[in-house]
């Protein structure tokens, strides 16, 4: 299927997806993955770093949901389809250079695999406090302001941080 030019822009912006595999045994895994962009206007994929969990459930079912959401807006999409695991070739190598040309940094060498995935459904994320009328300025004010304190409080209980300033204790 198609993505949405909506979609995509999440999917540039959120760089984070959470993706959902289900083991061997019957049991479900979530990993997030820091990876995660679009491979064109139908795929998706993520580089597999530190995922061995999730590319051997893959290998043994390739389907998957991966969840990108704003954590800001709380909306985002879920995407399923299946996956394909490329650990040499030209897939392989396309993704590595995706990820150069999009900032990455990552030492080639730490890639184990490209994970591409076919997108055959997709669904919109939108999170029930918008069913009482609340505005996407309004969650964001809330959002932005709860992680801005969040962030600032969590720097004042560092110990032992001798050139931590900290403006609010």
């Not at 061997?24 to 993955?33: A, E, F, I, T, Y």
Request: aromatic share 8%.
């Amino acid at each position: 299927m198609k993505l949405s030019q909506q979609m995509q822009r999440l999917v540039r912006e959120q760089r984070l997806g959470f993706v959902a595999t289900v083991t061997p045994d019957g049991r479900p895994n979530l990993s997030p993955k820091g990876t995660t962009k679009l491979w064109d206007d139908e795929r998706l994929f993520f580089a597999d770093i530190a995922s061995p969990g999730t590319v051997a459930n893959l290998r043994a079912n390739p389907h998957v949901e991966i969840n990108v959401v704003d954590p800001i807006l709380r909306k985002g999409f879920r995407f399923k389809g299946t996956a394909t695991v490329y650990t040499s070739g030209e897939m392989y190598h396309r993704g590595l250079q995706i990820l150069r040309e999009q900032g990455s940094t990552t030492n080639r060498e730490r890639v184990r695999s490209i994970v591409v995935i076919d997108v055959t459904e997709a669904a919109e994320l939108v999170s029930p406090v918008y069913d009482d009328g609340a505005t996407e300025q309004s969650i964001s004010e809330r959002w932005l302001g709860f992680y801005t304190e969040l962030h600032s409080a969590s720097r004042c209980t560092i110990e032992g941080a001798a050139d931590l300033t900290c403006c609010c204790c």
